[in-house]
C-alpha cells in the first residue's frame, strides 16, 4: 500500500538539509515500528520519495513523502508513530492512502505557494495596500525577466506566466511564533517543467522597485505544494483518502 506522509518543518531543523530529513525518516519508520517496504536486490532500501526537496532556512508546512507499507492499521496510527519518536520541529500532519498506481509527488507537483514576512525588526512590508499595488504594477508588466543560473550555465527566463498568484495580507505561523504579521505571498510554477525558487520572485520584485532583497532580513514560508487537476491546482494531501 502506497500512502503520502504530510509533514511540517520548523525552528531550528530549517537548517537542516533535505538528506539528513531523509535519514531522518528512515531511521524514525523503523523506530515507529512501521511495516515498510523495502526494493529487492543486493542494497534494499526503503520505497521512499519526497516531493521536493525544501531549501535550507526556509520553513515549511506543506512538505510530501510517500512511502510504501507492506501493512498499517490507519491514517491516524501512523502519524501518532511517527510523532511519538519525531524530534522538535518535525511533524507529521496527515497520511493518506494513494491509489494503487497513482504517481509518486514528485513526478505531479506543479506550483507551490510561500509567504515571506519581515524578521529581526525590518519595517519594508508595512504598508499592505502600497504593497498590493505595487504587486499589480509589477504583474501587469509585458515580462519579468531574470537572469537563472544553474550549474553548467545562465539563460533568460520570463516569470510573468509562471507566477500563478501574488498578493500582499496578514499571515500566522503559530509554530514560528508569527502573528498576524505583514507578508507576501505568492504561487508559483515548481517541479521538474519549470521550478520558479522564492528568491527568483523577491529580488525581481523588490528590484523593480529600487529596494534590495536580503534573505537574512525575511523568512521564507512554503505553505503547501500542489498538482494540477483539469486546470485547477489541488493539494498534494487532497489527493488521497484518510483510512
Known amino acids: 500500500m502506497n500512502v503520502r506522509i504530510k509533514f511540517a518543518k520548523h525552528g531550528s531543523m530549517k537548517f537542516i538539509g533535505h538528506l539528513d530529513i531523509m535519514r531522518f525518516f528512515q531511521k524514525a519508520i523503523i523506530r515507529a515500528g512501521l511495516d515498510i517496504a523495502y526494493s529487492e536486490g543486493y542494497n ?4 521512499m520519495s519526497f516531493a521536493q526537496p525544501l531549501s ?21 496510527d501512523i502519524v501518532n508513530r511517527l510523532n511519538d519518536v519525531s524530534v522538535e520541529g518535525i511533524k507529521v500532519l496527515d497520511c493518506k492512502l494513494l491509489l494503487e498506481k497513482a504517481k509518486n509527488s514528485m513526478s505531479i507537483i506543479e506550483a507551490a505557494k510561500y509567504a515571506v514576512y519581515e524578521k529581526n525588526g525590518m519595517n519594508m512590508l508595512s504598508d499592505i495596500d502600497c504593497l498590493n499595488e505595487k504587486i499589480r504594477s509589477f504583474l501587469n508588466k509585458d515580462s519579468i525577466i531574470i537572469s537563472k543560473k544553474t550549474k553548467k550555465s545562465e539563460t533568460e527566463l520570463d516569470l510573468k506566466p509562471l507566477i500563478y498568484d501574488f498578493k500582499a495580507e496578514k499571515i500566522t505561523v503559530e509554530d514560528e511564533d508569527v502573528h498576524d504579521q505583514n507578508a507576501l505571498i505568492f504561487t508559483v510554477s515548481a517541479g521538474s517543467v519549470a521550478n520558479i525558487k522564492p528568491d527568483h520572485i523577491l529580488n525581481a520584485f523588490f528590484n523593480e522597485y529600487g529596494m534590495e532583497y536580503n534573505e537574512i532580513d525575511y523568512q521564507v514560508f512554503r505553505i503547501d505544494m500542489y498538482a494540477k487537476e483539469n486546470d485547477n491546482f489541488i493539494s498534494l494531501n487532497d489527493l488521497g483518502d484518510t483510512f
Open 44 to 47: 534494499p532500501h526503503q520505497i
Open 56 to 76: 535550507v532556512g526556509v520553513v515549511s508546512d506543506g512538505e510530501y513523502m510517500d512511502i510504501t507499507l507492506k501493512s498499517a492499521s490507519s491514517s491516524a
